[in-house]
Antibody
Framework: QVQLQESGPGLVKPSETLSLTCTVS?????????WGWIRQPPGKGLEWIGS???????YYNPSLKSRLTMSVDTSKNQFSLKLTSVTAADTAVYYC????????????WGQGTLVTVSS | QSALTQPASVSGSPGQSITISCTGT?????????VSWYQQYPGKAPKLMIY???YRPSGLSYRFSGSKSGNTASLTISGLQAEDEADYYC??????????FGTGTKVTVL
């Protein structure tokens, strides 16, 4: 059974870099499609952040592209995101997710991790 | 990219059918059959209910069905049950090779 687990600091200072890693167990990230990151500000809707392939190819949300880097470590079965110059608007629950039938739908999600941007 | 438009709330009585709409443009919903629907309970991760407009992942209840007409996709829940009370989000692939989510709909079972 596949499991995804997000990890990283729960508190980041404004203007600093948010870094998160998703560790996948029970399934190889080298299989199939692009793996996704999605976030949800408290009390608000879902926002797609971007998706990354095991080769390192990426698709990014245009509104975040200038601040965003995604990467993959196939040896550890992990993928990661870095978001620079964060502000309070980046406060959200961050989810990683496994693609299902294409790059554009996700059937298994991590439990989510709350990242708060505050000094 | 702009979020797809969904009604803020939809309600129905047990046993009834309800439909949630998801309106986009010809550059997303109308242009591709990559519309998905997710169910989300408070404090929980979303769950894939429908993919590629009308297909259910294996093991999902037949009470959930999806369709699309023009730039609007729809999720229908038939035989509404108390456990269906949750937030629902649509998503669509876009012509910019990105993914966009809907604004979300809160379903209330009366």
């Amino acid at each position: 059974q596949v499991q995804l687990q997000e990890s990283g600091p729960g508190l980041v200072k404004p203007s600093e870099t948010l870094s998160l890693t998703c560790t996948v167990s029970g399934y190889s990230i080298s299989s199939g499609y692009y793996w996704g990151w999605i976030r949800q500000p408290p009390g608000k809707g879902l926002e797609w952040i971007g998706s990354v392939y095991h080769s390192g190819n990426t698709y990014y949300n245009p509104s975040l592209k200038s601040r965003l880097t995604m990467s993959v470590d196939t040896s550890k079965n992990q993928f990661s995101l870095k978001l620079t110059s964060v502000t309070a608007a980046d406060t959200a629950v961050y989810y990683c997710a496994r693609p299902y039938s294409s790059n554009w739908n996700f059937d298994s999600w991590g439990q989510g991790t709350l990242v708060t941007v505050s000094s | 990219q702009s979020a797809l438009t969904q009604p803020a709330s939809v309600s129905g009585s047990p046993g009834q059918s309800i439909t949630i709409s998801c309106t986009g443009t010809s550059s997303d919903v109308g242009g591709y059959d990559y519309v998905s629907w997710y169910q989300q309970y408070p404090g929980k991760a979303p769950k894939l209910m429908i993919y590629d407009v009308r297909y259910r992942p294996s093991g999902l209840s037949y009470r959930f069905s999806g369709s699309k007409s023009g730039n609007t996709a729809s999720l229908t829940i038939s035989g509404l049950q108390a456990e269906d009370e949750a937030d629902y989000y649509c998503s669509s692939y876009t012509s910019s090779s990105t993914l966009v989510f809907g604004t979300g709909t809160k379903v209330t079972v009366l």
